[in-house]
């Protein structure tokens, strides 16, 4: 059965405070894995699709990264409008391509 | 612009009333699926469709029901079974990641809609 554990489950920062979201997972074979962004009362939004180990992509303050094991979100120097929860999912190899979510982890930036 | 909508944005339910979620997609996306969401626990799938006319549970079906009469239209029924339907409802839509020709399974980003926040009275 696939896993996912996001660390910590709440992080506050200081405004331009860089600091890293982790997401380990535990799947036969990755196929695919998601990170979202999800603001309070709101549905996700689509960050990015990492696919295999060494892979990095970047949008604004944000980068992933992924090993064999976990994928990590770093934030450089983050703004209050980066508050949000960031959630991670992975999809497996196999023939199931329903992801499995992580629960979360709820950034607040101070200003 | 292409999107999900899902209306109405909050909804309140009687004891013992069924109410229906509504879920639309422009995004000509094959795939579609229902997410309930409560606070301090991830995402849970209680239905999901491949194609029209086709769905399957997910790990959360009791209490619940759906129909994919169209491609573009996925609605959720909450019956009166399900006895703790205060949550927040979230619809996605996908790509069906099996790729033509080659039956090789590819990623299927989930794109969701804003979300419904159901509250029983």
């Known amino acids: 059965e696939d896993q996912v554990t996001q660390s910590p489950e709440a992080l506050r920062l200081q405004e331009g405070e860089s600091s890293s979201l982790n997401c380990s997972y535990t799947v036969s074979g990755l196929r695919g894995l998601f990170w979202y962004r999800q603001d309070p009362g709101k549905g996700p939004e689509f960050l990015f699709t990492l696919y295999s180990a060494g892979e990095e992509k970047e949008k604004e303050r944000l980068k992933a990264t992924l090993t064999k094991k976990e994928s990590f979100l770093h934030i450089t120097a983050p703004k209050p409008e980066d508050s949000a929860t960031y959630l991670c999912?992975?999809?497996?190899?196999?023939?199931?391509?329903?992801?499995?979510f992580g629960r979360g982890t709820s950034l607040i930036v101070h200003p | 612009d292409g999107g999900i909508t899902q209306s109405p944005k909050y909804l309140f339910r009687k004891e013992g009333q069924n109410v229906t979620l509504s879920c639309e997609q422009n995004?000509?996306?094959?795939?579609m699926y229902w997410y309930r969401q409560d606070p301090g626990q991830g995402l849970r799938l209680i239905y999901y469709s491949q194609i029209v006319n086709d769905f399957q549970k997910g790990d959360i079906a009791e209490g619940y029901s759906v129909s994919r009469e169209k491609k573009e239209s996925f609605p959720l029924t909450v019956t009166s079974a399900q006895k703790n339907p205060t949550a927040f409802y979230l619809c996605?839509?996908?790509?069906?990641?099996?790729?033509?020709?080659?039956?090789?399974?590819?990623?299927?980003?989930?794109?969701f809609g804003p979300g419904t926040r159901l509250t029983v009275l």
């Open positions: 996605a839509s996908s790509i069906f990641p099996w790729q033509p020709g080659t039956g090789a399974l590819t990623t299927g980003e989930q794109f």
């Open positions: 995004l000509n996306h094959d795939a």
């Open positions: 999912a992975v999809q497996d190899g196999g023939g199931s391509y329903i992801p499995t």
